[in-house]
C-alpha cells in the first residue's frame, strides 16, 4: 500500500520568507509526527498530532514553527521568516496509534534557506 | 542533554563479517527501543526493535541485544553484506510512547 508522502521533495527559499511543507500519512494511521535532521545530525523531534487531540509541540524550536492537522489527516508544517539555520531534512512519519510499535517514515523535504 | 547516543559515527566491516552498532542511553524510563536503517534522500526504515523486558530480540541477520543496567543496546549484523550500507539510527520510545528520541546515528560502509 501506500506509503507516507510528502511535498516537496526539495525547496530552495530565500531568508525571511515563509515556507509550508506537506505529509501525507499512511490511511488510518491516527498518530503523526514531524521530525528534522540537520546536516551532521540525528533526528529531532518537533511535533505530534494523535486523532483529535491537541499536538503535542514540545519539540517546536521558535515561535515561527507551527503545524496542523486536517481531518485528522494531512498534515502541514509551516516556517515562518525562515533562517538560514531552519535548512535541514524535515521528515514525517505516521503510526496506527502511539506506544510501541514502529513510525513509518516519508522520505523527507530538504529544506534550503538561502 | 543527549539521552541517546551513538558514540561511533561511522563503521567500515568486510563482507561477511558481523558489524557492531552500539547506542547508549541515559533516560531510565525509556522502555522499547528500535533501531532503524537509513539510506541517502530516503526517510528512515524500521530494522528491529526490542522491548525492555528482553535482553535480545534477533530476526535473520539482525540481532538487538539490550543491557539495562548498563543502559547500552547493540544492533549485531551477521554476515554484513554491502547492500547493508546504511545510516543506523537506534531510538527509544518516551513513556508517553509519543515520540522517539534518536541517536545521532552510525554510518555503516560493508566493503566488498
Known amino acids: 500500500g501506500a506509503g507516507v508522502s510528502q511535498s516537496p521533495s526539495n525547496k530552495v527559499t530565500e531568508k525571511g520568507k515563509d515556507v509550508e511543507l506537506r505529509c501525507d500519512p499512511i490511511s488510518g494511521h491516527t498518530a503523526l509526527y514531524w521530525y528534522r535532521q540537520s546536516l551532521g545530525q540525528g533526528l529531532e523531534f518537533l511535533i505530534y498530532?494523535?486523532?483529535?487531540?491537541?499536538?503535542?509541540k514540545s519539540g517546536l524550536p521558535s515561535d515561527r514553527f507551527s503545524a496542523e492537522r486536517t481531518g485528522g489527516s494531512v498534515s502541514t508544517l509551516t516556517i515562518q521568516r525562515t533562517q538560514q539555520e531552519d535548512s535541514a531534512v524535515y521528515l514525517c512519519?505516521?503510526?496506527?496509534?502511539?506506544?510501541?510499535?514502529?513510525?513509518?517514515f516519508g522520505p523527507g523535504t530538504r529544506l534550503t534557506v538561502t | 542533554d543527549q539521552q541517546v547516543k551513538q558514540n561511533s559515527p561511522s563503521l567500515s566491516v568486510q563482507e561477511g563479517r558481523i558489524s557492531i552498532l552500539n547506542c547508549d542511553y541515559t533516560?531510565?524510563?525509556?522502555?522499547?527501543f528500535l533501531w532503524y536503517k537509513k539510506y541517502p534522500a530516503e526517510g528512515p526504515t524500521f530494522l528491529i526493535s526490542i522491548s525492555s523486558i528482553k535482553d535480545k530480540n534477533e530476526d535473520g541477520r539482525f540481532t538487538v541485544f539490550l543491557n539495562k543496567s548498563a543502559k547500552h543496546l547493540s544492533l549485531h549484523i551477521v554476515p554484513s553484506q554491502p547492500g547493508d550500507s546504511a545510516v543506523y539510527f537506534c531510538?527509544?520510545?518516551?513513556?508517553?510512547?509519543?515520540?522517539?528520541?534518536f541517536g545521532g546515528g552510525t554510518r555503516l560502509m560493508v566493503k566488498p
Open positions: 533516560n531510565s524510563m525509556f522502555d522499547y
Open positions: 498530532f494523535q486523532g483529535n487531540s491537541a499536538p503535542d
Open positions: 512519519a505516521s503510526s496506527p496509534t502511539t506506544g510501541e510499535g514502529e513510525q513509518y
Open positions: 531510538a527509544a520510545v518516551n513513556n508517553a510512547g509519543n515520540m522517539l528520541t
